[in-house]
């Protein structure tokens, strides 16, 4: 039904803007002469007002009819305290599956009426949006009309209207972060209230799987010891370190090369081949490191006499690495290239060859470009999960040996969150608490990076 409506508000758009450039704007150059703006902005301020409202009324409505309805279906539960919350949300869930026939099992004869009700109550729903909506629409195009045919500055109006639908996006985002860090807090602090914040961030120990486990005897939760998550933080991080001894060096000299000794032939072959790279998805570089990297560095131990894991860190941050070559071997060709050309006339000038020019006085004028780049890899690399979690393992390890199973934040986050989970458990908070944890370390990493980009930028342009 969205769908349609969206689309029957786009070919209604689309007309007004026809309307609007052709015969609005002869009628108005008739009646008053000349126009005050082109005849296309005419065509796009009737256009704007004709879609505009209505979308975002169809957003509203979308978004919180379920909620009215499934506040409406629950008022008879309410009413029974034994029920809660939980109990609420798997009742209407029950009632959904039953309304949409997609109910597995038999199906409880006393929700059979709220399913009804919930159909009915959808579909008086769907009839007034339609209603509120072209009703919207004709009401906007009738008062845009009559504002276009007084010869207004169409074009300031339009521009304004840009603006505007400009801000809404950049607020969309800015809340969408400020929901993230408020969800992650919030869940974070429960958890932080039951487990000291110092246990998980010194404590050598995880094991959720232990965690308030109640003695018979004692009724006593164990909480201790089992949330301490420098092992996370020490595969997370020893793991990202392997993959950049791959990806630095690689992606800069590639990126050095690509910039300033390939011909424009190479380069148009070459580039695209090592930017597909980072289109593959990242579950097909799981299988790659699972089923071929991680066994040949097993057979490889087996000849030389080393005990190598069938997962190990090794393999993972290797396979990572390539995955993150693409973005420090672009990121590195596009800073060398905005290099000024008169700091390579200068040098040459002087004498210097193409190989001094490049490590004297390029490189040094990209090098804030180039740090960049690699803390944005950094970045990537701390955030994956499946290559660690098909490659690396599950276990929670504090070592040294690459050769040895690891694992991340982002794979116990997953690990903790798969399957039914209350939400009010701390295991299941722990995993927010992680969340939270990388996602501070990854902002204070994307900020350096850009400050340092936008060091660089302003020194040149």
């Not at 005050?36 to 979308?62: D, E, H, M, Q, V």
């Not at 120990?205 to 996370?232: C, H, K, M, Y």
């Not at 300033?260 to 580039?271: D, G, L, Q």
């Not at 210097?352 to 004028?365: F, H």
């Amino acid at each position: 039904m969205n769908l349609t409506i969206i689309i029957l508000i786009l070919i209604f758009s689309l007309s007004c803007f026809f309307f609007g450039k052709t015969k609005v704007s002869n009628k108005i150059k008739i009646s008053r002469g000349k126009l005050n703006s082109l005849p296309k902005y005419y065509g796009y301020y009737l256009a704007a007002w004709c879609g505009l409202p209505a979308l975002l009324i169809l957003i509203l409505w979308t978004f919180s009819e379920l909620y009215f309805v499934k506040f409406i279906i629950l008022s008879d539960f309410k009413a029974d305290p034994t029920i809660d919350e939980n109990k609420l949300n798997l009742i209407f869930t029950e009632i959904v599956s039953i309304a949409e026939k997609k109910f597995s099992g038999q199906i409880p004869q006393n929700l059979i009426p709220y399913a009804e009700r919930f159909l009915s109550l959808k579909y008086i729903f769907e009839l007034s949006k339609l209603a509120v909506i072209f009703s919207t629409i004709l009401f906007s195009i009738f008062f845009s009309y009559e504002q276009i045919l007084k010869n207004i500055k169409a074009k300031e109006s339009v521009e304004k209207i840009i603006k505007s639908v400009m801000f809404c996006c950049a607020a969309i985002a800015i809340f969408t972060t400020f929901g993230i860090v408020l969800s992650l807090l919030f869940e974070s602090i429960k958890f932080f209230t039951v487990v000291p914040i110092f246990d998980f961030l010194s404590g050598t120990n995880w094991s959720p799987g232990r965690a308030f486990i109640r003695d018979a005897s004692t009724e006593i939760a164990d909480v201790e010891n089992v949330f301490g998550a420098v092992p996370l933080f020490w595969g997370t991080f020893f793991i990202a370190a392997i993959a950049m001894c791959v990806a630095i060096p690689i992606g800069l000299f590639s990126g050095i090369y690509m910039a300033e000794y390939a011909s424009r032939k190479v380069r148009k072959i070459v580039k695209p081949l090592i930017e597909v790279l980072a289109g593959i998805p990242t579950v097909v570089y799981g299988f790659f490191a699972a089923l071929t990297v991680g066994p040949f560095f097993r057979t490889l131990g087996e000849i030389i006499g080393l005990e190598v894991s069938s997962e190990s860190a090794l393999a993972a941050g290797i396979v990572m690495g390539v995955m993150i070559i693409p973005y420090v071997s672009s990121l590195t060709d596009d800073v060398i290239n905005a290099v000024p050309l008169s700091l390579r006339e200068g040098s040459f000038s002087l004498g210097a060859t193409k190989s001094e020019t490049t490590k004297k006085v390029i490189l040094p004028a990209a090098l804030p470009g180039i740090v960049g780049a690699i803390l944005l890899a950094v970045s990537r690399a701390v955030g994956e999960t499946m290559i660690v979690v098909m490659a690396a393992g599950l276990g929670a390890s504090l070592t040294i040996n690459p050769l040895e199973a690891s694992t991340t934040i982002t794979t116990q986050i997953v690990t903790i969150l798969v399957g039914e989970q209350s939400f009010d458990d701390p295991k299941t908070q722990a995993a927010f608490a992680l969340g939270i944890t990388l996602f501070f370390f990854t902002l204070i990493i994307n900020i350096i990076a850009l400050q340092t980009v936008k060091k660089f930028r302003e020194q040149y342009e």
